[in-house]
């Protein structure tokens, strides 16, 4: 995984000291990741407030993430974005590539309902036709919450998404003495 800098992270130390939220999306120009982000982002506060880290994870080129946090108003909020150009870790999560779900009639009833929401389709900012999903990992690195993309606007519910996290810490705390 790279920053927006450049510089190598390995995913696994994102919930080394406890739960993490992996949202990986298709790409940064995304019309169904702008869709997407949208939908969670007044939810980041919720996670933060549970103590479980937010990582969004595109896989285009590091220096593409400025102008996706810049367009998704994400500055001020508490998530680390990263990319992975040689899609490991999407292929690691399983997560498809797909001409079909980017291309198919699923994926263009999504775009359509996403660009009438005033969502924007930029260029392509990484793979086309991969496809994202979204992963809660506890500290121990068990994926705890596990959503595959089936097509470009396939989100999880943000609820589900904050449920999940509080079941996690719920489950943690009864571990504490």
Known sequence: MLDRAGVEHALGDEWKSGPCLLVFLRHFGC???????????????????????????????????????????????????????????YRAAGFARSKWSTLGPRALVDSARALLAGHPHLSVQGDAFQQGGTLLVDRDGVVCFFHQATSLGDHPSPSDVVDSAMRVRARESQYIV
């Open 31 to 89: 019309v169904g990741c702008s869709e997407h982000v949208t939908a969670l982002s007044p939810r980041l506060l919720e996670l933060a407030a549970l103590d479980v880290r937010a990582v969004f994870i595109g896989n285009g080129a590091p220096s593409m993430i400025d102008g996706f946090v810049e367009r998704q108003a994400l500055a001020d909020k508490k998530v680390t974005l990263l990319t992975d150009p040689s899609l490991t870790a």
